[in-house]
C-alpha cells in the first residue's frame, strides 16, 4: 500500500512516464504482507524540524514533503496490484513503512489496501477540520497515527503467523542508468529504551541493491531478515536513495510475500526441488575419504553442480565422516563454494538434512537427497516423508526430469547468490559470536573527515536544524545563526562523510571543535541519526586526539545538554567513559586512563590543512 492520497499533481511536471520496454510483472504469489509506505526524511526530527529546517515544504497534511510530487498512481505499469507507484526522491527523502510479516491471502491483501485508500480522505477531512478547532498540529495528520497504529496492531499478530518467503522488491528503473539505493530493516529507534544497550539488539538487515534500467525483481530470502522480524520488537523498513543523490522510481511490489507452492501444471505433491543435499563418500567421488585420500571427484558430478547452480537449485551435504579432512578435501576440489549449511558429522543422515531444511527456511517436500547406500536412502526416506531420495547411480537423469530444472532466470541466479552470502556471513559471526563489533568491521565502515568548506554550506545547514537524537548540545540553528561560527577562524569546523560495503551515506556529521592547552573543546557536534550505533562518534574522537602530534591532550570535552530526544547521544558517552565535570556543564573523558581507539573503522582526513596536524590519512 502506497501513500496515494498525499500527492499533489500542480507539482508532477511529467505525468506522461510510460515503461520503455515490455515486461511481466511477478506471479504465482499466494500470500503478501500489508505495508504501507510512506514518504519520510532521512534526518526526520518532527514536527519541531517543520519551523527550523530550510528544506521543509508542507504536503497537504503539513508533515514535510520529501518526494517531490508524493507518490504518484500511474497505470501505465502492469503489477500485481495494477499499477505502479511512481516517486521522484528529493533531497534526504526516503520511502518507509512500519514492519509486520502478516501473511494474508493476495487477494484479500490487495482488498485491504483498497478499502484503507478509500477510508484516508476522510480521516483526512477529520484531521484537516480538528486542526482548524484546536490549531494542534498532531490533527493535521490524524491518518497518518491512526495507520501508524494499525501497523503496529499488525506486527503483534503477526508474530502468530506463518512466514513469508522473502521480502520482493519489483521496480522500475526509467532512466538510461542504473541506480543504486539501500534496503535497511532495523528495530524502530523510538523502542529502543534509554536501558536497552545496542549491542544486545538485534543486528539490523542492510543491502545495497542496484536497479539497472528498466524493470527488475530483487529476492530476499526469510532467513536474511529473521533476526529482525521474529524478535518481538517493532521494526521498520526503509528504502533510501543511495548517498544524497535524486532519483525517479516506480515501485511496483515492495512486500513480504509467499509464493505458490506449485508452479506451471505440476500438483501440489509434486513441487519443484529447490535445494539438493549429497552424500560425499562414493556418491560425490569415488572411495572412502578416510581410507584414500586421493579420491575424486566421480563422473557427471560437477557438470550437475554447475547445471543445478546455474537455475537457482541451492546444494549441501550430509555426510558421515571427518568434517575437517572432508571440507579441506572439497576445498582442494575446487567445489567448496558451491555448498550451504552442509552437515559433516556422525549424526543420522535424516537429521542432517532437516537441519540443513531448518537453515534455509525451505520445506522438505522441495529437497532431493543423493546417496549411494541403499540403507541410508531408505532412512532418510522414511524419516521425511516427500524428500526425493536418488541413488548416485541415477543421477544422469536428473538433468532432463522436470522437478530439477529450477529456472535459467537471473532472479534465480540471485536468489542462489543471497543465501551464499547470508552462509558466508553466518560463518563469519560465527567466528565472532554476537560480538556487534565483528558484525560492524565486516561492514567495511569509512569515515572521511574534511574541514568545513563553503560547498558545504546547505548541507551543514540542514544537520544544524533538524538533527535530534544525536545532537549532543541540544541546540538548532537557523541559517543566520550558524553563519558567523562558520566564519569564525578561531574555531575548526569539520564535515564528516561516511560509506560502508553497502553504499554512500554522504555528509553524515558536523562538529565545532577548538583546541586548548592541554586539552580538546568541542563545542557542537550533531551527527545523522543514519550512522547511529556505528561507532562514528569514537572515531571522530580519537581522529582529534590523534592529530594532536605534538602533545597529547589530557582530556576531551563534549558539550552535552539532555534534551530528551537525545538519550542516544548521552548513551554514546557514557559507553566511552565520559563523566560530568564541575563547574562547567558538558561531559569529559580523562585520555590518560582511557582510550578512544577505534580499531574496525578506517578514517582518513581529506584536508589536514586546517587542523594543521600534518595527518592526512589514519587507519582506527
Known amino acids: 500500500m502506497f501513500e496515494f492520497d498525499k500527492y499533489e499533481m500542480h507539482l508532477h511536471v511529467d505525468r506522461n512516464l510510460v515503461p520503455l520496454q515490455p515486461y511481466t510483472p511477478v506471479q504465482g504469489v499466494a500470500k503478501m504482507s500489508l505495508l504501507m509506505w510512506g514518504e519520510h526524511c532521512i534526518e526526520c526530527a518532527a514536527p519541531g524540524c517543520f519551523a527550523t529546517c530550510d528544506l521543509y515544504q508542507s504536503r497537504p497534511d503539513q508533515r514535510c514533503r520529501r518526494l517531490t510530487y ?128 545496542l549491542t544486545k539488539l538485534p543486528l539490523p538487515f542492510r543491502t545495497s541493491v542496484v536497479f539497472p534500467p528498466g524493470y527488475s525483481r530483487h529476492e530476499f530470502g526469510y532467513e536474511q531478515f529473521s533476526m529482525i522480524t521474529e524478535c518481538g520488537l517493532p521494526f521498520d523498513i526503509a528504502i533510501i536513495p543511495d548517498g544524497e543523490t535524486a532519483s525517479r522510481v516506480v515501485f511496483l511490489t515492495a512486500d513480504f510475500v509467499v509464493h505458490h507452492k506449485t508452479e506451471g501444471v505440476q500438483s501440489a505433491r509434486t513441487p519443484k526441488i529447490k535445494c539438493v543435499v549429497w552424500d560425499l563418500d562414493n556418491t560425490m567421488w569415488d572411495g572412502i575419504l578416510l581410507e584414500n585420500e586421493a579420491v575424486s571427484l566421480r563422473p557427471k558430478v560437477l557438470d550437475l ?22 571440507w579441506r578435501r572439497l576445498e582442494e576440489l575446487g ?114 573527515i574534511d574541514a568545513y568548506a563553503t560547498d558545504d554550506l546547505d548541507r551543514v545547514s540542514e544537520l544544524v536544524q533538524r538533527t535530534n537524537q544525536l545532537n549532543f548540545s541540544g541546540r538548532k540553528y537557523a541559517r543566520e545563526e550558524i553563519l558567523p561560527i562558520l566564519a569564525d577562524d578561531e574555531v575548526r569546523k569539520y564535515v564528516l562523510r561516511c560509506s560502508d560495503n553497502f553504499g554512500s551515506y554522504g555528509a553524515v556529521g558536523f562538529a565545532i571543535v577548538r583546541f586548548v592547552e592541554q586539552g580538546i573543546r568541542v563545542e557542537d557536534f550533531m551527527l545523522s541519526c543514519r550512522v547511529q ?30 534534551t530528551g530526544r537525545n538519550i542516544p547521544a548521552q548513551q554514546v558517552l557514557e559507553s566511552l567513559h565520559f563523566e560530568p565535570c564541575t563547574p562547567e556543564k558538558g561531559l569529559r573523558v580523562d585520555l590518560s586512563v582511557h582510550s578512544l581507539d577505534c580499531t574496525f573503522i578506517s578514517v582518513a582526513s581529506l584536508s589536514a590543512s586546517q587542523s594543521g596536524s600534518g595527518v592526512s590519512e589514519a587507519s582506527d
Open 70 to 197: 508524493g507518490m504518484y498512481r500511474n497505470q501505465r505499469f502492469p503489477s500485481a496490484r495494477g499499477y505502479g507507484a511512481e516517486v521522484t526522491f528529493k533531497q534526504w527523502g526516503k520511502i518507509e513503512a512500519r514492519g509486520n510479516t502478516l501473511m494474508l491471502p493476495a487477494a484479500t491483501a490487495l482488498l485491504a489496501e483498497r478499502m484503507l485508500g478509500s477510508i484516508a480522505p476522510l480521516a483526512n477531512v477529520v484531521g484537516a477540520m480538528m486542526y482548524r478547532l484546536t490549531r494542534d498540529m498532531r490533527w493535521s495528520y490524524l491518518e497518518y497515527a491512526l495507520l501508524e497504529r494499525f501497523a503496529r496492531w499488525m506486527h503483534r499478530v503477526s508474530r502468530t503467523e506463518s512466514k513469508p518467503d522473502f521480502f520482493l522488491l519489483e521496480v522500475y528503473n526509467p532512466a538510461e542508468v542504473p541506480i543504486r539505493m539501500q534496503l535497511n530493516m532495523s528495530i524502530s529507534s523510538g523502542m529502543v529504551s534509554k536501558q536497552t544497550q
Open 305 to 326: 553442480l554447475r547445471f543445478f547452480y546455474e537455475r537457482g537449485i541451492l546444494l549441501s551435504i550430509a555426510s558421515k565422516n571427518d568434517e575437517a579432512s572432508a
Open 335 to 448: 567445489i567448496a563454494d558451491y555448498f550451504l549449511y552442509p552437515q559433516i558429522n556422525w549424526l543420522p543422515k535424516s537429521e542432517n538434512v532437516r537441519i540443513i531444511a531448518e537453515q534455509l527456511n525451505i520445506g522438505l517436500d522441495t529437497f532431493a537427497f543423493i546417496d549411494d547406500n541403499p540403507f541410508e536412502l531408505e532412512e532418510v526416506s522414511r524419516a521425511l516423508v516427500g524428500v526425493d531420495c536418488v541413488n548416485a547411480a541415477d543421477i544422469d537423469r536428473l538433468f532432463l526430469d522436470p522437478r530439477y530444472q529450477g529456472t535459467s532466470s537471473e532472479e534465480a541466479k540471485k536468489r542462489s547468490q543471497f543465501y551464499k552470502e547470508e552462509f558466508v556471513r553466518k560463518k563469519s559471526a560465527a567466528k565472532f559470536g554476537s560480538d556487534y563489533l565483528g558484525f560492524l568491521a565486516a561492514c567495511e565502515i569509512k569515515l572521511y
Open 533 to 562: 550505533g556505528r561507532f562514528i562518534e569514537q572515531a571522530f574522537f580519537n581522529y582529534l586526539v590523534a592529530s594532536q602530534s605534538s602533545q597529547k591532550p589530557q582530556s576531551l570535552w563534549v558539550n552535552f545538554e539532555p
